[in-house]
């Protein structure tokens, strides 16, 4: 079973920058679909960005322009930039890789948290 873990995460000022890592136990199969979601408290989980193996990325609108996901398959490893941060984008941050079936198959990391404040 595929396992991935998060680091990156920490306190940072609004219009600060954080760049979260996602590394993989094992090769991912090009077929996944790897992604960022993120749960803020009293919140549904939402997808943050996603991108496939061959560079098509999907992102929230929230996050368009200011977020920026990629994915080095050598390394097994997924990024996400995320640039000028707001408060709101305080959250804990997931990992995932999802094949995508007609009944999804998801593998999760632990989360790591950002917070954004002054």
């Known amino acids: 079973q595929v396992q991935l873990e998060e680091s990156g995460g920490g306190l940072v000022q609004p219009g600060g920058s954080l760049r979260l890592s996602c590394a993989a136990s094992?090769?991912?199969?090009?077929?996944?679909?790897m992604g960022w979601y993120r749960q803020a408290p009293g919140k549904q989980r939402e997808l943050v960005a996603d991108?496939?193996?061959?560079?098509?990325?999907n992102y929230a609108d929230s996050v368009k322009g200011r977020f920026t996901i990629s994915r080095d398959n050598a390394k097994n490893t997924v990024y996400l930039q995320m640039n000028s941060l707001k408060p709101e984008d305080t959250a804990v941050y997931y990992c995932?890789?999802?094949?995508?079936?007609?009944?999804?198959?998801?593998?999760w990391g632990k989360g790591t948290l950002v917070t954004v404040s002054s």
């Open positions: 995932n890789a999802k094949l995508p079936r007609i009944i999804p198959t998801h593998y």
């Open positions: 094992e090769s991912i199969p090009s077929i996944y679909i």
């Open positions: 991108v496939t193996s061959g560079g098509s990325t």
